[in-house]
């Protein structure tokens, strides 16, 4: 069972990528993350004179922003959704994911996939919601309370 704070930043990320998906085809890394006082906001990241980064650079932005936001104790939870190629349980090949990486401050990290499948009309078939432990990398300096 995921911390509340977790699925109330999933509820926010989630919802927000599978709508840049549908609209766009595609979506740039977006972020999302809980101030201490339990207020959420959305997070975007932008390279100057870049306008198509590669999402690695915009994870690395965002995850540093984080880190920072976190070690100065202004954050309870932080999350990243992106794009992703993974394998789901019960299946033998990877296939397009929606991502969020969900961190909380007490030290519950995971990832959440929601693979997709776009069909040949151009619309979007979504599976089951499934989970997976990460390492944690926007508290992870943190002493744990």
Do not use: W
Request: with cysteine; aromatic share 8%; glycine share 8%.
């Amino acid at each position: 069972m995921a911390h509340p704070d977790l699925n109330e930043l999933l509820n926010a990320l989630l919802p927000m990528a599978e709508r840049l998906l549908k609209k766009q085809g595609e979506f740039y890394p977006i972020g999302a993350i809980m101030l201490s006082d339990g207020e959420i906001r959305h997070v975007g990241a932008k390279i100057e004179g870049d306008d198509h980064p590669p999402s690695q650079s915009l994870i690395d932005l965002l995850t540093e922003t984080f880190q920072k936001e976190a070690t100065k104790g202004n954050l309870r939870a932080a999350g990243i959704s992106y794009d992703a190629l993974t394998v789901p349980p019960g299946k033998h090949q990877k296939q397009d994911a929606i991502c969020c990486s969900l961190e909380h401050c007490f030290g519950e990290v995971v990832d959440v996939f929601k693979p997709y499948v776009r069909t040949e009309d151009g619309t979007f078939q979504f599976g089951d919601i499934f989970a997976a432990k990460r390492t944690s990398q926007f508290f992870g300096q943190l002493p744990r309370g």
